[in-house]
């Protein structure tokens, strides 16, 4: 049987403790950090599709194009590949992997590309999602 527990406070972090030690021989345990949220992935994908309606420096690209170039200039792996086209497209690192956190970074990177290439956002995004 399969469980995951949020540890949020003692009393979960004691249950998963007990977990463990009446956990059979040869379980698994993994402990991660929690991953983006659903809202983090909406505004990353509002300012993404407004970073490609800007063109900001004359780059047409689309949000999911933007996307890969934000996430290499957060330093994550991703690479492009030649297509059977002859043109590259974006493989490699999936932000549906990212931390809370390399969300909350990645957001507030392009927010920061936005400003200094007068980039107008679309709506007032909730910043709590960052």
């Not at 990353?44 to 170039?69: F, I, N, Y």
């Not at 490699?92 to 970074?105: I, P, V």
Request: one cysteine or more.
């Amino acid at each position: 049987m399969a469980q995951t527990v949020l540890l949020r406070g003692p009393s979960q972090r004691d249950f998963a403790k007990t977990m463990i030690d009446r956990a059979p021989v040869d379980a698994v345990v993994t402990i991660k950090a929690a991953t983006r949220t659903n809202e983090q992935n909406s505004l990353m994908w509002c300012l993404l599709s407004d970073l490609s309606r800007a063109k900001p420096e004359g780059r047409m690209h689309t949000p999911e194009v933007w996307k890969q170039l934000v996430m290499h200039a957060c330093g994550h792996a991703v690479q492009f590949e030649i297509g059977l086209n002859g043109q590259p497209f974006p493989t490699g690192f999936r932000s549906s992997r990212m931390t809370k956190a390399e969300m909350s970074d990645l957001i507030e990177w392009i927010y920061q590309y936005g400003a200094e290439h007068s980039v107008q956002w679309s709506d007032s995004y909730d910043e709590r999602a960052a």
